[in-house]
């Protein structure tokens, strides 16, 4: 009965560690912790910086989609993001009727593929500087690196910063951003 507690607490030892050191590489967003075992959804509902994103995926009927297999790489505005968009835009993507607007915006944040900071800077610079990610949602975001840093141009001409790359999650990765992306109107 010993020899059997002392197997089960060096067990629980071994997979608190692993859990702990798989933790460890993923930056924390928001205030919270980011798990490379859960996926997209499950972690962006822990982050603070994420309320507003989290509160249109779930407008636009998202959720079961950036729940699912997957890959999807996801540039992630933050609510500071969100509050860059002139007034009562927010509010107005929100409403039921303007679901389908609120769809297409936050689908060409998305892309297919699993895709890491160092492959989006390597593509970019294999192509004189600029890479063109092609979005579920039908845009595409020009992506650019200057000085080590990813910049991404949008179909509007806007240019968003990624500010904590590599967010690995178990369907994909996130790439938190400081700017809505936004397709040609």
Request: proline content about 4%; overall charge positive; aromatic content about 4%.
């Amino acid at each position: 009965m010993i020899k059997f507690a002392i197997r089960i607490a060096a067990v629980a030892v071994t997979l608190s560690a692993a859990t702990g050191l798989a933790h460890a590489k993923n930056p924390t967003v928001g205030g919270a912790p980011m798990f490379a075992s859960k996926n997209i959804i499950e972690n962006a509902v822990n982050s603070k910086d994420h309320t507003t994103l989290v509160a249109a995926v779930k407008a636009a009927g998202l959720v079961d989609t950036l729940e699912g297999k997957g890959p999807f790489t996801v540039f992630a505005p933050t609510n500071e993001a969100f509050k860059k968009l002139p007034p009562g835009t927010v509010e107005t993507l929100l409403k039921p009727e303007n679901k389908a607007m609120l769809t297409k915006i936050l689908t060409c944040h998305v892309v297919a593929g699993d895709d890491m900071a160092a492959v989006i800077k390597k593509m970019s610079m294999g192509n004189g500087g600029e890479y063109d990610l092609k979005t579920v949602g039908g845009c595409t975001i020009k992506a650019t690196e200057m000085g080590g840093k990813l910049t991404l141009t949008d179909e509007a001409g806007g240019t968003a910063h990624i500010t904590i790359a590599n967010v690995k999650q178990s369907n994909g990765v996130i790439h938190v951003v400081d700017k809505v992306l936004l397709p040609k109107m």
